[in-house]
């Protein structure tokens, strides 16, 4: 209180609302895979820095486009009355999908996010683990390096490692395992995983192996989605497009650029036929800009899900009900599987909503998982002010008011189910209620929230029955 010796009039303005809650992003990810360079002042000082960016353009600007030399193999030759046909096509097998990823997640709805390279593109193309212990930053470090890089990072909310399905089996498991790790330890972001596998059929052992993959641990931090997706995306020609390899007649193998100049119609036709073919990648970079999509429109605690895929013709396995019943919901693992699947004239949609602990009542949904991280971390990061406030009631009341009105915008906002505020949330803080003398004198000010988070509608059950005439 202000000591007065001067005889004057004096103002004093006196605070007498709370605090307010300022609301942490949602869909944030961090994407973690090796990039064709990493450079924003100096070549390679972007290697395992996580950095934040917000489109495709800038991306290219620091970590550049596709592998160049994927090779592009056909074999043309004249067809039966005339003209030209393609006898065999080889499709090159992508070294590194990162470039290919990112597209697809801002072309599905997605904003800003962090980019770790863990390395920049090789010959033969070489996806790790961890990273060997040599001195060459292109080659030292690994995908779990990345991961470990981005656990400093603290606005990330997804993490999403598309090229982990190019690891080994065993170092994929430890790899995903230690994702799920991560996000328990943090609490404040959740994994989108790929099934390792999923760019064809699973049967009931290698749907099992796929589970066993995730352990038992931590599985309320993600989800798994497959099969992988049959893109819009073409194969990418380079500049100079020596990665296309045409067989044409008796001639032996040329690069493209070969008959630019000498056989026009061929190298029409053959730039033709490329747009033809088209990229598989595993679903979850475009599932992240599905979850940023329905965060901006809707909010975190819609499930993001019956929403269709751009950039997409069709899931690689079809998926009918008989098979997602083993996806959704397992008896034995307890492990939820989501399905990408298309329908007649929806196009391809992303059909499931629920955490890799598909049979915990508590944590079954994405949405409600995603929604207390949220709610979680924007509390916890606006109460800093009370750290070192004196322990009382007046503090009390300015930590419960300021929860509260937060809360009840959430409830205002359909965040809440219950016909009211008091059937929504509650917020207790005081003494005898969630601290005693002990907890005061030990400076320790408890905070109990409880919140009624709304659960999607995942089965619709209509019954219908016959009416007898009355009239």
């Known amino acids: 209180m202000a000591t007065y010796k001067t005889p004057d009039v004096y103002i004093e303005e006196i605070s007498v609302f709370p605090p307010s809650v300022a609301e942490v992003e949602t869909a944030v990810p961090a994407f973690i895979g090796y990039t064709e360079k990493a450079q924003k002042n100096i070549a390679n000082d972007l290697i395992l820095k996580p950095t934040k960016i917000y489109s495709l353009k800038e991306y290219e600007q620091y970590y550049g486009g596709p592998k160049g030399d994927d090779a592009i193999a056909l074999t043309v030759t004249y067809a039966t009355g005339g003209g030209l046909s393609v006898s065999s096509f080889t499709e090159p097998t992508l070294s590194y999908q990162l470039y290919y990823s990112m597209k697809l997640f801002f072309d599905n709805g997605g904003g800003q996010c962090y980019i770790v390279s863990t390395g920049t593109y090789q010959t033969p193309a070489v996806i790790d683990l961890e990273g060997d212990t040599g001195s060459d930053p292109t080659t030292a470090y690994g995908l779990q390096d990345g991961l470990n890089a981005v656990k400093s990072e603290d606005e990330p909310t997804l993490i999403v490692i598309p090229e982990a399905v190019k690891l080994g089996a065993t170092e994929y498991q430890t790899l995903v395992q230690a994702v799920l790790l991560q996000c328990n330890t943090l609490q404040d972001r959740f994994a989108i995983f790929d099934i ?184 916890k990061k606006s109460s800093y002010w009370a750290v070192f406030e004196p322990n009382d009631a007046n503090t009390w009341v300015k930590v419960r008011g300021m929860i509260e009105a937060y809360l009840l915008q959430k409830w205002r906002e359909g965040a809440l189910a219950g016909a009211t505020p008091k059937e929504a949330f509650f917020v207790r803080c005081g003494l005898g209620t969630t601290m005693d003398s002990q907890d005061i004198l030990e400076g320790r000010m408890n905070v109990e929230i409880g919140m009624a988070a709304v659960r999607p509608a995942e089965f619709i059950i209509l019954k219908f029955s016959h009416m007898l005439q009355t009239s």
């Open 196 to 379: 390792h596998g999923g760019n064809s059929s699973l049967d009931t052992t290698a749907l099992a192996t796929a589970r066993g993959y995730f352990g038992n641990n931590y599985l309320k931090y993600g989800a798994a989605y497959y099969p992988f997706v049959k893109t819009t995306l073409n194969f990418f020609v380079n500049s100079t497009e020596t990665n296309v390899d045409v067989t044409y007649g008796a001639d032996p193998a040329a690069d493209l650029t070969t008959f630019k100049s000498t056989n026009t119609a061929l190298y029409n036709f053959v730039k033709s036929k490329i747009k033809e073919h088209f990229i598989t990648l595993p679903p979850s970079a475009a599932v992240a800009g599905v979850y940023a999509t329905t965060d901006k429109n809707r909010g975190v605690w819609k499930a993001p899900a019956n929403v269709s895929l751009a950039d997409v013709i069709e899931p690689t396995v079809k998926i009918d009900n008989a098979i997602q019943d083993g996806l959704n919901v397992d008896a034995t693992s307890g492990k939820s599987i989501n399905a990408v699947r298309s329908f007649m004239g929806k196009g391809t949609l992303v059909w499931g909503a629920r955490t890799l602990a598909g049979n915990d009542n508590e944590w079954r949904y994405v949405p409600v998982r995603r929604f207390f991280n949220m709610v979680e971390e924007s509390v």
